[in-house]
């Protein structure tokens, strides 16, 4: 059943931009990941939701290497992550992504930060990288900020410099790791905003997240996570209205 | 609301009188303490006859200091500055030792190598839970004197002359044309300072990688290599001579210095590797992982993410660890390297006055200190990452 | 259910070899290095136990360990020792109590507090016991084992009771820890010498332990004065703190030994223990005030204001409040202190008097062993001392660190 949804949803997007096949990832003997199978097409917008410790994260940092899937395959944009390093970086070139802790470096300033991959990754001079870097923060609305230290910023400036700094790099696809839950509730919306605007702009993206206001305006697809399973996938619509098993109906009435 | 009586509240309890009366209290029980102390140190050394000025330090000090020309004749002023000296050379050639070992350690122990990790870890709890003035004790009674007598000293390699006395150790001397030399190497160095600065400006235009550090060394290294060719031997390798009885050439040190010097670089080291280890495991994952999501490679996401941070942690307790290896030379009382603490120890057994001659010895070390904290209190107060 | 699967099976040393020996070339290489180095290191440690002849410390133990004590008064010694190793198994048993229940609170689950077998116990402290067997071994008559066995029993015991022991009447086992250690204290000095003949290993746990007990209020009281409104209070603080943090210790010592005489009434002539223990509590304070001062700056800004809202005295706040938390924190760096002045006892030898490492050259001055380069023995047993003394504690400080939650919101 899962599958077939699957195949109805990359019918609509033409070539896959991410595709899983068959993940397990294990902790010691704890299972994180369990058979994941799925695609993302270009330019969708996936959310990801589900309880915590039911693996989403795993699942995104898996798809970037920041963790190694232990068996299955994944590939981005048609490159197959192995252990082969060269792959590795080209992977990691093409994906961007924003991490709940923000993890800005503090000894560097917001448009040092920004700039420090495209010079150092893709060579670019610095000239080049600094308008870039600019046009990124004008794009996350805080270009006033580019001479500031991470430090001096609030959470949610700290995580739109992170998205700027993702952007730099000129990503083909952006992965968020919960990117709200470590902010006030006053900045939330600041930086969904930012993310929004970059749906709009037809950028592939994975989102974790526990925003069911974000999932429902942005996403393409929603797919429900727990235990290290992928439980259900849907539009939008159909998932909120009428979710089909019963983890995710109970997930959803516990949280809405 | 009621009107406030604007009286003053009885003086027992007036926070300002208290404020005020406790801080007259300590300073007058501080004011008699020093008092009686000070009453009946005039009172003793009055009676003992014992001067209390400080004019005992244009005395004859009366004792020779080994390894040095110092004569028996000379004031305890002259005794003083050569103790101070000698403190330095034990700090000046120690310390950039101690640091590189410390930070070799401390990297090891970090090794994904077991047997390195391993190494590193017996090396750093080996030395740091024993005593300092034991490494020192052994390194002199159980290495040093128990290599042959200073009349028939050995020649390990050829290039080292040792014995229990004195260890000699190859040294550089220059020659006539050496002038020339050294002159060619340092319009290099400058020359590499320009291209250094080329290199940089490159980067920030191309984008092409820098190298700056391989051009640099690379120009001084050139240089040198050429002139050091084309000149005749402008510097020569002296390597000490064994004649007869008689060493010449080279650099040489006294057995107990190297004992000193020795045991105190290897125990400070192990703090340093250990501040090293706790710095950069110090600094959060997360770094690192948004490093390596950005695509950094394994070298730039130290030299860019990790080191930069870590040193920031890591740079006030080494400090600290430096001003300990200073303070620590004074052990060096323990096997009669002449450093200032000795010499002050000596002219207390000489006769000279040991409040002033120790209250002195303390004001070195003081003023020493003092400076050093200063200028890491100003360095801190730059480097401290900003925050709101 | 979804269907198990296991996880991917790895061979485990063959995996491990791989991932941590031989990895990639460089790392290969150094394998080889560093194997070799531990093989030659190996063997020569054996080389030297089997050739090395140590009657030098077999005859001069007491020497080692007790210095000039009387030795028709070694009873002495080890009523003491019984005592202090009662005291030991008491503190021992009340932190894992204190663990215990920390945990029963929060709900965290403490590895290690009972688990895992009586084995850790050989595990945690292996130094301790090295150093005993080979103290033991070098004796000639049964008696110093018999004294060892009987106070490993009683630590035990003790360790046992503190544990067992009904929480609403645990100030009574605290009331007993100073009555066990004074009594302990008492039986070594009512000799009719008090301390001045002390000597050995003896002398510097002695002045380790006395030093830090006297320092330790002084130490407190200039904390409080450092972190004082009043700037008179503050830089007298501040200024003793920081000068005798930047003066070596042995000046102070060589202060008490030959200037403290000159600062006294011409009347009182102290011993020269007496003098190095005024030098070394003097010197001790300022490190203990710093590490108070830490603990003080843990406490979060909130208790001071809530103590005040609720409208105690300054005083109670820094009695009830403050302090009790601020030292809880501090136990860590304490035993760090602890262990640091535990190696600097070794500088009073540079002073004449005669600590362990001082019987080592004393015992190599004896006519029987003279001139034979014997350093290399006895040394390395004094470095054990001290070793196995350091490396357990600073262990144990870190685990004490890990179970009281210390560094934890």
Known sequence: MISSDFTDATRTKNEPMIVLEHVDKFFGSFQALQDITMSVGRQEVVV????????KSTLIRCINRLEKHDRGRVVVDGIELTDDLR?????????????????????????????????????????????????????????????????????????????????????????FDEPTSALDPEMIKEVLEAMEELATSGMTMIVVTHEMGFARAVADRVVFMAEGQIVEVGSPEHFFSSPQEPRTKLFLSQIL | MENQPRTRPSFWRDVRVIRLVLQVVAVAA??????????????????????????????????????????????????????????AALAVVGLPILTVLGVVVGIGRLSRNW????????????????????????????????????????????????????????????????????????????????????????????????????????????????????????VTVSRPQLEGRVISGGFSGLGAYFAVLGALVLYTSSHVAEIVRGSIQAVPRGQTEAAEALALSGFQRLRFVVLPQAA???????????????????????????????IAFQAIGNGQPAPQVILLLMAAYLTFSLVISALVNVYNRRLRLVTR | MATLTAAPVRPPLVAWVRRHLLSGPLNTLLTLVFGAVFVAAGMAVVRFLANSDFTILRVNLALFMVGGFRRDELWRIAVAAWLLSLMGGLVGGLVAAAAAARARQTGVVVTGATGRGRWSVLRRFWPFGLFLVICLSLTETIQPTLVTVLGIGLAVGGYWLARRWPASWRRFLYLALPILGLAAYGVMASSGLGWSRWGGF?????????????????GILLALGRRSSLPVVKGIAVGYIEVIRGVPLITLLLMGVFALGFFLPSNLRPSDVTRVLVAITLFEAAYIAEVVRGGLQAVPSGQTEAAQALGLSPWKITRLIVLPQALRATIPAMVGQFISLFKDTTLVAAVGLGDVLAAS????????????????????????????GSYTMSREAKRLERRLGVGER
């Open chain 3, 202 to 218: 003896h002398l510097n746990l002695f002045l380790t332990g006395a030093g830090l007990l006297l320092a330790f209020p002084f």
């Open chain 2, 30 to 87: 501080l004011a008699t303490a020093l008092y009686i102390l000070w009453f009946n140190l005039t009172n003793n050394l009055r009676r003992q006859g014992i001067r209390t000025d400080f004019s005992f330090l244009d005395q004859p000090f009366g004792v020779r200091i080994a390894g040095s020309d110092f004569r028996p004749g000379s004031s305890v002023r002259d005794a003083f500055w050569n103790g101070i000296r000698n403190t």
């Open chain 2, 115 to 234: 047997l390195v990790a391993r190494a590193a870890s017996l090396y750093v709890e080996g030395l740091r839970n024993l005593p300092p003035l034991l490494l020192i004790v052994f390194a002199f009674q159980a290495v040093i004197l128990r290599l042959p007598p200073a009349r028939s000293p050995i020649t390990p390699f050829g290039w080292l002359v040792v014995s229990n006395l004195e260890i000699h150790v190859p040294g550089l001397t220059l020659q006539p044309g050496g002038g020339q030399f050294l002159a060619t190497v340092a319009a290099a160095v400058l020359a590499a300072a320009v291209v250094w600065w080329w290199r940089t400006r490159r980067q920030d235009r191309t984008g092409q990688p820098h190298h700056r550090w391989l051009w640099g060394l690379g120009i001084v290294a050139g240089t040198a290599l050429v002139a050091y060719l084309l000149g005749e031997d402008p």
């Open chain 1, 48 to 55: 990801v939701i589900g309880p915590s410790g039911s693996g």
């Open chain 3, 361 to 388: 050259s004393f015992a190599n001055s004896q006519p029987a062993f003279n001139a034979q380069g014997l350093a290399r023995i006895t040394l390395p047993f004094v470095a054990l001392a001290f070793w196995a």
């Open chain 1, 87 to 175: 792959k590795i970086q080209e992977v990691r070139r093409e994906t961007g992504m924003v991490f709940q802790q923000f993890n800005l470096f503090p000894h560097l300033s917001v448009l040092d930060n920004v700039t420090l991959a495209p010079r150092q990754v893709r060579r670019m001079p610095r000239d080049q990288a600094e308008e870039l870097g600019k046009a990124m923060l004008a794009r996350v609305r805080i270009p006033e900020q580019a001479h500031k230290y991470p430090g001096q910023l609030s959470g949610g400036q700290q995580q739109r410099v992170a998205i700027a700094r993702s952007l730099a790099m000129q990503p083909k696809v952006m992965l």
């Open chain 2, 312 to 342: 920031r942690i890591a740079l006030p307790p080494i400090i600290n660890q430096y001003l300990n290896y200073v303070k620590n030379t004074s052990l060096a009382i323990a096997v009669g390297f002449a450093e200032v603490t000795l």
